[in-house]
């Protein structure tokens, strides 16, 4: 299947090793109301030098799913892909309830958001020209930063317009979920009402969830599992991640992709709780899969043949053959 770099087009066998959920930058709304910090010549340095460390480790292509009202920017990533040669897939769709949907799309309905969604696929973001190539939806916030009881009105609305614009693209579909509660399988209970095939929906943010019951109901329903937030400690250790996924292996559960969801800029000026949970999380960036995690898969026992599936043939799976 063709996807949407932020250079133009690409084919799902041509992916290669793939990170499934990184950013390059991020910043909450309001971030652009306080950036006198961000100096882009810097950060897009900053960036390339990450970009090529990880191709040096042997990475191929790296998932941005920057929601697109959390400082998604097509022209970094563009420059970025271009200065380090790094394959680069960023994202349409809005994020959640507690830190995002601005107030012009919580007025608007399912399909005109799904037309905006379907737009920057097939057109382009705005004026430059650069195509989204991965739909993002996000139900529940943040541990620690939000309360979340069930998936709220606009999220789903969000959700609906996803599947939509999925079902006239074929172009996958990420979820955020928060770790602390989860709602994959009532996110895919919605997708289910909207037609959409599972083989090219990822339940992400598993990996510090820790309930196999809640893996096995998504796995046996056909989709995949992000287990990418690998290095954040204060969310989930990563021991408890390794725990989770070389047990889900051993059983023979192996639609499951890997990533950090680092962040290598946050933009604005910096906050407490953000601040707190980076400085607990030495390992949260983009080359700790493969200087640490996959070498201690290795030691327990996972072959090499599995670790390449995780990395290479499903993510080229998920985005379709
Ligand atoms: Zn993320």
Known sequence: MAINTVLGKCNSKDLGTTLIHEHLAAGFPGWELDNRGFNRKTEIGKAVDRLKEIQDLGIQSFVDPCPMELGRDPEFAAEAAEKSGMRIIIATGLYNDAFGIPQHFRMLGVDD???????????GIGKTGVKAGIIKTATGGIPGMSVDTAITAQEEKCLRAAARAH?????????HNSETSPFGRQTLDIFESEGVNFQHVLIGH??????????????????WLGFDRFGIEPIAPDKMRLASLIGLLAVGFDRI???????????G??????????????????AHLSRNIIPQMRKSGVSDEKIRLLM?????AYFGD
């Not at 958001?113 to 057109?123: G, K, P, R």
């Not at 598993?206 to 196999?212: R, S």
């Open 206 to 223: 598993a990996c510090g969830v820790g309930d196999m019951r809640y893996y096995f109901d998504i796995l046996n329903r056909g989709a």
């Open 113 to 123: 958001i799904a037309d905006v969604y379907i737009q920057e696929i097939t057109e």
């Open 269 to 286: 000026r910096p906050f407490p709780a953000i601040q707190k949970m980076m400085e607990s999380s030495p390992n949260s960036h983009y």
């Open 167 to 175: 079902k006239k693209t074929g172009t996958p579909i990420l979820c």
């Open 257 to 267: 992709m890997l990533s950090h969801d680092a962040v290598g800029c946050w933009l």
């Open 312 to 316: 290479v043939d499903n993510p080229r």
